[in-house]
Nanobody, 120 residues
Framework: QVQLVESGGGLVQPGGSLRLSCAAS????????MSWYRQGPGTQRELVAF???????NYADSVKGRFTISRDSAKNTVYLQMNNLKPEDTAVYYC??????????????WGQGTQVTVSS
């Protein structure tokens, strides 16, 4: 069984910062790409940031220059540093990872989500 557990969400004022973490646990041989998605009230889930197994990154235009995705392969963990937060960043943030339980398989896994609320 593979689990992704997120932490670090909360309430923050506009202009503030938060750091989300997502740790993978269970039985697997490799973690490939890792991503953060978010879903705001009444909106579809959208990709926020992506990091490949080699460290390449990509960001949604709305967060470029404010958010930074990184990963610690030794800890099987991906991070999302969020700076200069805006009310429109309010959403449930989900971690996603492509994980191989064997060298012949690769499946997408999702975390349970963590709420980020930006409000004064």
């Amino acid at each position: 069984q593979v689990q992704l557990v997120e932490s670090g969400g909360g309430l923050v004022q506009p202009g503030g910062s938060l750091r989300l973490s997502c740790a993978a646990s269970g039985s697997f041989v490799s973690i490939y790409a890792m991503s953060w998605y978010r879903q705001g009230p009444g909106t579809q889930r959208e990709l926020v940031a992506f990091i490949g197994s080699g460290g390449s990154t990509n960001y949604a235009d709305s967060v470029k220059g404010r958010f930074t995705i990184s990963r610690d392969s030794a800890k099987n963990t991906v991070y999302l540093q969020m700076n200069n937060l805006k009310p429109e960043d309010t959403a449930v943030y989900y971690c996603n990872a492509a994980i191989g339980r064997t060298w012949a398989s690769k499946l997408d896994y999702w975390g349970q989500g963590t709420q980020v609320t930006v409000s004064s």
